[in-house]
């Protein structure tokens, strides 16, 4: 900045000073001149003096005067002269003054201009200090600035940190609050397990001490009767086809003849189930949609149940005075006996229900599905509550439970067996393929829940000991007679006592009974032939009142109680 303003004034200096340098050198030499003729005025005025005072002839005084008046135009020639270089020398003195008052105006305005060069330079220099000053400042800011982000993304990765730390712990915590509640949720769920099994067992108990009351009677009656001829009755039964019982531990009666033979439904019959508490009650069920309640002792109507839409109906069961029925409507709806009302409508299935069971202490209900899915339903309150939900990569046919409610078992579309444990929802036996075609019915055996009974469309039944976890037990139908269980929805029973099998055939209309305990495998302890058409499904119950234990219906909608 200060060299700029140098240059400037310099670059001024010349354009004003180097104007007047020809017009200095004039003046000298104008003065010069004027010196000159000066010089030569006072030597032609001594040379008038000398002609004055020379020669006095008259020809020296006419030379003189000659010369005289010559020096005399010539001096008047050199006044003007001088005038005119006077003049000259008047109006380049005017200008001399000029130039020297603009000069020294000049020269004061230079002097002004070092003067402000100088201040010039000294706030050059005060600017050079404060621009150092803010460069240090700013190279003080920029690493404050940089130490400032440092420490800005350490505090965001603290930050960070922080959170994830924040994040882990609430997970954790919520973790550890879930674990709580579920032990909770378990333990009160054992508890309250625990006092349904008491219940149950206590039922038991109660039920055992009738049956053994109820044995003991019948023994002391048989041991007391004296009119029936010994040839007529053994402990096996009689020969002439009439009627034959077989007396266990649980009183069996092994059907010879029908009892009751009733027109149930208009249209096909599709299942059949005894009243799993008293036994005196056998409910079925047909494509018309309809529920009916029969009563074993007398073979009449004791109940009609309908639903709201006529979709036919895959499966009932009845237990504890309740009666469930599952539909091709995705629904299974519940009804107390008693009443005769709807008291539940179980809505969650994605496609037709096709089996469905009570509890033993008819609170809960387990479902079974074709959109592969097996439910459990709280049912003891006036609103249901879905329990659980048990997925599988096969549709679901048919379905059971132990006594406790502990254990489910399901037969799916694969012709495999599952089991469930129905507390913590998880599967505790597979065996796939166990048969080449659908499962259709399962059931555990009323006397030993380590077998289950299952029935297949490969025309098969199998009993598998879960133990082994293999089949140990496998009945088909004669080779001289058309299959078994060639049925779309066939089903089997064990007896209550677990010695006997009985299936029906869905062509000719037979019922088969077979002993688990046989050498044979194939060979029928009994064949009834009653039915006029195929049977769809078979019911083995413990008997009520009268005895009577073994129910089946067939495509025709017919009922027989035998």
Same mark, same amino acid.
């Given at each position: 900045?200060?060299?700029?303003?140098?240059?400037?004034?310099?670059?001024?200096?010349? /354009?004003?000073?180097?104007?007047?340098?020809?017009?200095?050198?004039?003046?000298?030499?104008?003065?010069?001149?004027?010196?000159?003729?000066?010089?030569?005025?006072?030597?032609?005025?001594?040379?008038?003096?000398?002609?004055?005072?020379?020669?006095?002839? !008259?020809?020296?005084?006419?030379?003189?005067?000659?010369?005289?008046?010559?020096?005399?135009?010539?001096?008047?020639?050199?006044?003007?002269?001088?005038?005119?270089?006077?003049?000259?020398?008047?109006?380049?003195?005017?200008?001399?003054?000029?130039?020297?008052?603009?000069?020294?105006?000049?020269?004061?305005?230079?002097?002004?201009?070092?003067?402000?060069?100088?201040?010039?330079?000294?706030?050059?220099?005060?600017?050079?200090?404060?621009?150092?000053?803010?460069?240090?400042?700013? *190279?003080?800011?920029?690493?404050?600035?940089?130490?400032?982000?440092?420490?800005?993304?350490?505090?965001?990765?603290?930050?960070?940190?922080?959170?994830?730390?924040?994040?882990?712990?609430?997970?954790?915590?919520?973790?550890?609050?879930?674990? /709580?509640?579920?032990?909770?949720? *378990?333990?009160?769920?054992?508890?309250?397990?625990?006092?349904?099994?008491?219940?149950?067992?206590?039922?038991?108990?109660?039920?055992?001490?009738?049956?053994?009351?109820? $044995?003991?009677?019948?023994?002391?009656?048989?041991?007391?009767?004296?009119?029936?001829?010994?040839?007529?009755?053994?402990?096996? +039964?009689?020969?002439?086809?009439?009627?034959?019982?077989?007396?266990?531990?649980?009183?069996?009666?092994?059907?010879?003849?029908?009892?009751?033979?009733?027109?149930?439904?208009?249209?096909?019959?599709?299942?059949?189930?005894?009243?799993?508490?008293?036994?005196?009650?056998?409910?079925?069920?047909?494509?018309?949609?309809?529920?009916?309640?029969?009563?074993?002792?007398?073979?009449?109507?004791? $109940?009609?149940?309908?639903?709201?839409?006529?979709?036919?109906?895959? !499966?009932?069961?009845?237990?504890?005075?309740?009666?469930?029925?599952?539909?091709?409507?995705?629904?299974?709806?519940?009804?107390?006996?008693?009443?005769?009302?709807?008291?539940?409508?179980?809505?969650?299935?994605?496609?037709?229900?096709?089996?469905?069971?009570?509890?033993?202490?008819?609170?809960? &209900?387990?479902?079974?599905?074709?959109?592969? @899915?097996?439910?459990?339903?709280?049912?003891?309150?006036?609103?249901?509550?879905?329990?659980?939900?048990?997925?599988?990569?096969? $549709?679901?046919?048919? &379905?059971?439970?132990?006594?406790?409610?502990?254990?489910?078992?399901? !037969?799916?579309?694969?012709?495999?067996?599952?089991?469930?444990?129905?507390?913590?929802?998880?599967?505790?036996?597979?065996?796939?393929?166990?048969?080449?075609?659908?499962? @259709?019915? &399962?059931?555990?055996?009323?006397?030993?829940?380590?077998?289950?009974?299952?029935?297949?469309?490969?025309?098969?039944?199998?009993?598998?000991?879960?133990?082994?976890?293999?089949?140990?037990?496998?009945?088909?139908?004669?080779?001289?007679?058309?299959?078994? &269980?060639?049925?779309?929805?066939?089903?089997?029973?064990?007896?209550?006592?677990?010695?006997?099998? $009985?299936?029906?055939?869905?062509?000719?209309?037979?019922? /088969?009974?077979?002993?688990?305990?046989?050498?044979?495998?194939?060979?029928?302890?009994?064949?009834?032939?009653?039915?006029?058409?195929?049977?769809?499904?078979?019911?083995? +119950?413990?008997?009520?009142?009268?005895?009577?234990?073994?129910?089946?219906?067939?495509?025709? !909608?017919?009922?027989?109680?035998?």
């Amino acid at each position: 900045m200060e060299e700029i303003l140098l240059r400037l004034i310099e670059a001024r200096n010349s /354009f004003e000073t180097y104007g007047f340098i020809d017009v200095y050198d004039a003046n000298i030499s104008l003065q010069k001149r004027v010196d000159e003729l000066e010089s030569m005025c006072k030597e032609y005025e001594r040379q008038m003096l000398q002609l004055k005072g020379g020669a006095a002839d !008259g020809e020296s005084r006419k030379s003189s005067s000659k010369k005289e008046a010559e020096l005399r135009d010539r001096i008047e020639k050199l006044q003007d002269q001088l005038n005119e270089r006077q003049k000259a020398e008047l109006e380049n003195s005017k200008k001399h003054t000029k130039i020297s008052t603009e000069l020294s105006e000049l020269k004061e305005l230079s002097s002004s201009n070092d003067l402000i060069m100088k201040q010039l330079r000294l706030e050059h220099a005060q600017a050079n200090e404060t621009i150092e000053n803010l460069l240090s400042r700013i *190279k003080e800011s920029e690493s404050s600035a940089f130490l400032l982000e440092q420490q800005n993304s350490d505090l965001k990765d603290a930050i960070l940190k922080l959170q994830d730390d924040s994040s882990n712990l609430e997970k954790l915590n919520n973790e550890l609050l879930g674990r /709580f509640v579920n032990e909770k949720e *378990k333990q009160m769920e054992e508890f309250n397990k625990m006092n349904i099994m008491l219940e149950h067992q206590q039922k038991e108990i109660d039920m055992l001490r009738s049956l053994r009351r109820q $044995a003991d009677e019948q023994v002391s009656r048989l041991e007391n009767t004296s009119s029936i001829p010994k040839g007529d009755t053994d402990a096996v +039964g009689n020969t002439d086809g009439k009627w034959e019982k077989k007396w266990d531990s649980v009183s069996v009666s092994v059907p010879s003849k029908p009892k009751f033979t009733i027109k149930a439904h208009l249209s096909d019959g599709i299942c059949v189930r005894y009243d799993g508490s008293v036994g005196n009650f056998v409910v079925t069920a047909g494509s018309d949609g309809v529920i009916h309640v029969w009563d074993t002792c007398t073979g009449q109507l004791n $109940a009609t149940l309908r639903a709201n839409s006529a979709q036919p109906v895959l !499966g009932v069961d009845m237990n504890g005075g309740l009666v469930a029925g599952c539909s091709c409507d995705k629904m299974c709806r519940i009804w107390n006996l008693k009443s005769k009302r709807m008291i539940h409508q179980l809505v969650g299935h994605g496609s037709k229900v096709t089996s469905v069971r009570l509890s033993s202490d008819a609170k809960s &209900v387990l479902t079974g599905s074709v959109d592969r @899915t097996l439910k459990l339903w709280d049912v003891s309150r006036n609103t249901y509550k879905q329990l659980l939900t048990l997925n599988h990569d096969s $549709a679901v046919y048919g &379905v059971d439970m132990t006594s406790d409610s502990f254990t489910a078992v399901s !037969g799916h579309l694969d012709g495999g067996l599952r089991c469930w444990d129905t507390r913590s929802g998880k599967r505790t036996l597979e065996i796939s393929s166990i048969h080449t075609d659908c499962v @259709t019915s &399962v059931q555990f055996d009323p006397s030993n829940f380590t077998q289950i009974l299952s029935c297949s469309r490969d025309s098969t039944l199998k009993i598998v000991d879960v133990r082994k976890n293999d089949v140990v037990k496998v009945f088909g139908h004669p080779k001289t007679t058309p299959s078994v &269980v060639s049925l779309l929805s066939p089903t089997a029973s064990f007896s209550p006592n677990g010695k006997y099998v $009985a299936a029906g055939s869905g062509s000719t209309g037979k019922v /088969f009974i077979w002993e688990t305990h046989a050498d044979s495998n194939n060979a029928p302890l009994k064949e009834l032939k009653s039915h006029e058409c195929g049977v769809e499904a078979v019911a083995w +119950g413990r008997g009520g009142r009268s005895g009577q234990q073994v129910a089946t219906i067939d495509k025709a !909608g017919n009922l027989i109680l035998w």
